[in-house]
């Protein structure tokens, strides 16, 4: 029997549950860069080997180009939630998430920055293409464009995120992780709250795209694990094996689950 997972609630059962109010409290924008101070100097850094301090620089320096194109992602799903006519919260939620994005961006060119010799530059906007879907119509492409980048991508990366933050003990990667950890989990709350709210035969549709959807999405995820070392850990950089098998847990103790109670499994409505 699969363990649920820590985060079953805080995503899912809050985000079927919630009061719309509450959600679109947490639609507010910030005012800041971050809600947690980014602390100007990290000494753990300057202990690191040449070699570590660059792998560490390219992986935030990835996650850095990762958030640029969410920031297109998030307008897609803006968009896409129109097309449902969705829940008003989770609207207001997806228009805060190009912000958070916007945010993020400048966030991980910080810590990346902190790792490298010099200052990296702030990267330039890009502009990426929805998911296309063929076959299915447009109500059924804008609901499959929702799970796809909310329940499923920002949802593993919440729990990406919340092991990253668990095994860091570098002050500044701390920091920044769990602003992300924050922003995400409401970001994976559109995608169930959408679900949540759309009409029984658009959800019936949408499960027999499901099996598709999710084996790209472990693929896609599983490939995306880097080495790392044991120096790295503190650093927020588990082991290859570990984030392969955190992605795993999260599919098979938070996903499926998740969308079993909205009647969605192996590929059916129940």
């Not at 919630?18 to 639609?27: N, S, V």
């Not at 390219?58 to 939630?81: D, K, M, P, Q």
């Not at 950890?181 to 409401?186: C, L």
């Amino acid at each position: 029997m699969t363990t649920r997972h820590p985060l079953f609630s805080a995503v899912v059962e809050f985000s079927i549950a919630a009061d719309g109010a509450l959600l679109r409290r947490r639609a507010r924008p910030l005012e800041r860069l971050t809600r947690w101070a980014l602390p100007a100097h990290d000494g753990s850094i300057d202990a690191l080997p040449a070699l570590d301090r660059k792998r560490v620089e390219n992986i935030w320096t990835g996650r850095c180009f990762s958030e640029v194109r969410s920031v297109s992602a998030f307008e897609h799903i803006v968009a896409s939630l129109e097309v449902l006519d969705g829940p008003p919260a989770a609207i207001a939620l997806a228009r805060r998430a190009v912000d958070d994005e916007r945010r993020h961006i400048e966030i991980c060119r910080r810590v990346a920055s902190a790792y490298a010799p010099a200052e990296l530059p702030v990267p330039v906007p890009m502009a990426i293409a929805a998911p296309s879907y063929g076959g299915a119509d447009r109500v059924l492409e804008a609901l499959l464009r929702v799970v796809g980048q909310c329940s499923l991508n920002e949802t593993t990366a919440c729990a990406f995120a919340r092991h990253c933050l668990s095994i860091a003990a570098a002050p500044l990667v701390r920091a920044a992780l769990r602003d992300l950890f924050a922003d995400e989990i409401d970001h994976a709350r559109i995608g169930w709250l959408a679900l949540a709210s759309a009409p029984a035969e658009l959800r019936a549709a949408a499960a027999e795209w499901m099996p598709r959807i999710l084996d790209a999405h472990l693929a896609a995820w599983s490939d995306a694990a880097v080495d790392s070392s044991p120096a790295l850990l503190a650093h927020g950089v588990p082991a290859k094996e570990t984030a392969q098998r955190i992605v795993r847990d999260t599919l098979d103790g938070l996903i499926l689950p998740g969308l079993a109670l909205l009647g969605i499994q192996d590929g059916r409505f129940l």
